[in-house]
Antibody
């Protein structure tokens, strides 16, 4: 059974940093692209970042480029999102999702990030 | 950047047909995917590649895509279909993934 479990969310001050984790199981992690998608409660989904199967290529939404870094740890079967220079507008539920032919076939349950003083 | 536009809300009576649109410039040349999201839950794929249903999704769900509009159609709507629906494409020119703003389906 495919499972994605996010962790690492919480309250952080503006300008601070946070690292989100997504532990995966039930599939070969090294064979799939992975993404982070966020959602302000009550609003729509917004794509954040993508990493390819071997970790050699990453892509970011303009709103987070230069501040966020996506990475994979194959030994731990874990996807990460390092978030620096956080802003109030980064407040959202962050989902990790598996890519299958350019759509998202499995999602985690989400982790809430709140940026506030 | 590529933009997808969805109506904020659609209402339909039980047993009727709901149609949720997703507009974008020449969206017919792209592949559109649809997700259902119920309150407090993660999104679930209901349609991929314009009109492919994943296993476990009822035949009542179907999709179409042409010109500047893609449409998710839900036939014989049930109370359990009440949810937010999001369309999504991959924009090859930017290598970015794009979502519409989401549509809240209310079953009257």
């Amino acid at each position: 059974e495919v499972q994605l479990v996010e962790s690492g969310g919480g309250l952080v001050q503006p300008g601070g940093s946070l690292r989100l984790s997504c532990a995966v199981s039930g599939f070969t992690f090294s064979s799939y692209w992975m993404h982070w998608v966020r959602q302000v409660p009550g609003k729509g989904l917004v794509w954040v970042s993508r990493i390819n199967s071997d970790g050699s290529k990453t892509t970011y939404a303009d709103s987070v480029k230069g501040r966020f870094t996506i990475s994979k740890d194959y030994a731990k079967n874990t996807l990460y999102l390092q978030m620096n220079s956080l802003r109030a507008e980064d407040t959202a539920v962050y989902y990790c999702a598996r890519d299958f032919k350019r759509y998202f076939d499995y999602w985690g349950q989400g982790t809430l990030v709140t940026v506030s003083s | 950047s590529y933009v997808l536009t969805q109506p904020p809300s659609v209402s339909v009576a039980p047993g009727e047909t709901a149609r949720i649109s997703c507009g974008g410039n020449n969206i017919g040349s792209k592949s559109v995917h649809w997700y259902q999201q119920k309150p407090g839950q993660a999104p679930v794929l209901v349609i991929s590649y314009d009109n492919d249903r994943p296993s476990g999704i009822p035949e009542r769900f179907s999709g179409s895509n042409s010109g500047n509009t893609a449409t998710l159609t839900i036939s014989r709507v049930e109370a359990g279909d009440e949810a937010d629906y999001h369309c999504q494409v991959w924009d090859s020119s930017s290598d970015h993934w794009v979502f519409g703003g989401g549509t809240k389906l209310t079953v009257l």
